[in-house]
C-alpha cells in the first residue's frame, strides 16, 4: 500500500495542474515541493502537506490513509459518474435498480466493516 508522500504524488500528479500553480497556491516554492514529492525534505510541516494536498483538489484523510477515504477525489467522481450512468440505465426497470442497490450495501458493508490500521501520516 501507498505511504502518504506517494499518495500526495498522485493528487498531485491528477490534479491537472502545474506543479508550480500547486506550489503556489500552497505558498510555497517549485523547489520546495519538489523535494516533498521525492522524499529529499524527509519531514514537511503538517500545514504545508494540509496546503499542497488542497491546492491539488484532494482530501487530507484520503493522503492519510483515513478509513473512509479510501478511494482518491478523482476515483469517487468516476464512480459518481457510473452511479448517474446505472441510474439512468434502470430508471424503467425497479428489479434491475433494486439489485444495484443490495450490491451496493453488500460492497459498503465488507469495505467498512472491518477497521484498518493507517499508514505512516505525515
Same mark, same amino acid.
Given at each position: 500500500?501507498?505511504? &502518504?508522500?506517494?499518495?500526495?504524488?498522485?493528487?498531485?500528479?491528477?490534479?491537472?495542474?502545474?506543479?508550480?500553480?500547486?506550489?503556489?497556491?500552497?505558498?510555497?516554492?517549485?523547489?520546495?515541493?519538489?523535494?516533498?514529492?521525492?522524499?529529499?525534505?524527509?519531514?514537511?510541516?503538517?500545514?504545508? %502537506?494540509?496546503?499542497?494536498?488542497?491546492?491539488?483538489?484532494?482530501?487530507?484523510? &484520503? %493522503?492519510?490513509?483515513?478509513?473512509?477515504?479510501?478511494?482518491?477525489?478523482?476515483?469517487?467522481?468516476?464512480?459518481?459518474?457510473?452511479?448517474?450512468?446505472?441510474?439512468?440505465?434502470?430508471?424503467?426497470?425497479?428489479?434491475?435498480?433494486?439489485?444495484?442497490?443490495?450490491?451496493?450495501?453488500?460492497?459498503?458493508?465488507?469495505?467498512?466493516?472491518?477497521?484498518?490500521?493507517?499508514?505512516?501520516?505525515?
Amino acid at each position: 500500500m501507498e505511504d &502518504w508522500r506517494e499518495r500526495l504524488l498522485i493528487a498531485v500528479n491528477v490534479s491537472e495542474k502545474k506543479r508550480a500553480a500547486i506550489a503556489w497556491e500552497a505558498g510555497i516554492t517549485p523547489a520546495t515541493l519538489s523535494r516533498i514529492l521525492t522524499g529529499g525534505h524527509e519531514h514537511p510541516g503538517f500545514e504545508t %502537506i494540509v496546503k499542497i494536498v488542497h491546492a491539488a483538489g484532494e482530501h487530507v484523510g &484520503w %493522503i492519510c490513509g483515513e478509513q473512509g477515504f479510501g478511494l482518491s477525489s478523482d476515483e469517487r467522481a468516476k464512480i459518481q459518474t457510473a452511479a448517474v450512468i446505472l441510474i439512468n440505465l434502470t430508471r424503467g426497470d425497479p428489479e434491475l435498480l433494486t439489485s444495484l442497490r443490495a450490491i451496493a450495501s453488500r460492497s459498503k458493508h465488507r469495505r467498512y466493516g472491518a477497521r484498518s490500521t493507517r499508514n505512516n501520516p505525515p
